[in-house]
């Protein structure tokens, strides 16, 4: 029995020394297989003739109770939807590219938690989405997939992006500077 608890104890030391670099990383890698391409394309639906003139989808997308409201017009809908349409579409381009980059990875994945807040907001408010609950075992219902994407981004904003990013190649490089700036010449 002594070297199965051995065995177990060595296993988990191992697994244990690996976590730091292995959850953030692991993390990114599960965000870009899920996440990317889904708010990729989520974003190329509200893209319009350019980067400052959305299609008039991402108004039904965003603000769907309001557009409606304004019989469909968006010069009707005043001076701030244009630049909250913009914004929720753009978005859903950068903020995902600066997570699977491991660039500014922690505040990337703070804002992605607050985009899926009001991602799920407009989906329940704007769209009548139902939420469903946790553990009811509802297919489809958005409580437990936005469950799972924000403690996947929270993983992010706790941990990092881990060894193989930006953000650490950034830190190494600023280190290496501070370093040299402190010896003496």
């Known amino acids: 029995m002594r070297p199965l608890i051995a065995l177990h104890a060595r296993v988990v030391a191992t697994l244990e020394a690996a976590a730091p670099w292995l959850i953030p990383t692991l993390a990114r890698i599960v965000f870009a297989g899920t996440l990317l391409v889904y708010y990729w394309n989520s974003g190329l639906t509200k893209w319009g003739s350019g980067p400052f003139s959305p299609d008039i989808g991402a108004y039904i997308q965003i603000l769907p109770r309001a557009f409606e409201a ?23 381009f950068l903020l995902p590219a600066l997570i699977v980059l491991g660039l500014f990875t ?31 075992n509802t297919a489809g219902a958005i409580a437990d997939q936005r469950a799972f994407w ?24 600023r280190s290496a500077d501070l370093t040299a700036a402190s010896q003496p010449r």
């Open 150 to 173: 924000i403690f996947l981004l929270l993983v992010l904003v706790l941990r990092g992006a881990g060894p193989l990013s930006l953000d650490e190649a950034l830190f190494r490089q």
């Open 106 to 136: 922690r505040l990337a994945a703070l804002g992605m938690i607050g985009f899926v807040a009001v991602q799920t907001w407009v989906d329940v408010v704007g769209h009548g989405v139902e939420t469903g609950g946790w553990f009811d």
């Open 70 to 92: 304004a019989g469909f017009d968006p010069s009707a809908l005043g001076p701030l939807a244009t630049p909250i349409v913009l914004l929720g579409t753009w978005s859903e």
